[in-house]
């Protein structure tokens, strides 16, 4: 299984494992990792998994588009690397992933 680094708005990190198919945000959620909300339930419907993919590997997740995109307008501190962490599948490719929380959840 490929692995995410979760690291919060403190700088604390934490590493899980997460099965290839299901996003980040399934994994946040099925391990407890605060500072990601959830609330649609990764319909893409609101902004409550926002993260931001570390620099090196948001060329292999590309940038959010659509309702994504739109979506992100409603998060707190957009930044360049800003996706809905429930848009972003795993897989053996992203073993590894740097994914850091904003201090807070729209």
């Known amino acids: 299984m490929a692995k995410i ?3 919060d708005h403190m ?3 934490t590493v899980v494992e997460a099965e290839n198919g ?3 945000m399934e994994t946040a959620v099925r391990n407890g990792i605060q ?3 959830a ?3 990764g319909a893409c419907s609101c902004a409550t998994c926002h993260c931001y993919v570390g ?5 292999k997740v590309g ?3 659509g309702d994504e995109e739109g979506m992100l307008e409603f998060a707190f501190e ?3 690397t800003s996706r809905l962490s429930c848009q972003i599948k795993m897989s053996e490719q992203l073993d590894g992933i740097k994914i850091y929380l904003p201090s807070q959840q729209g």
Not at 55 to 59: G, L, V
Request: glycine content about 12%; aromatic content about 12%.
């Open 5 to 7: 680094e979760f690291i």
């Open 11 to 13: 700088g604390q990190s």
């Open 22 to 24: 299901r996003s980040i």
């Open 35 to 37: 500072g990601i909300q």
């Open 39 to 41: 609330d649609c339930g």
């Open 55 to 59: 620099d090196d590997w948001f060329s």
């Open 63 to 65: 940038a959010a588009e």
């Open 78 to 80: 957009v930044k360049d």
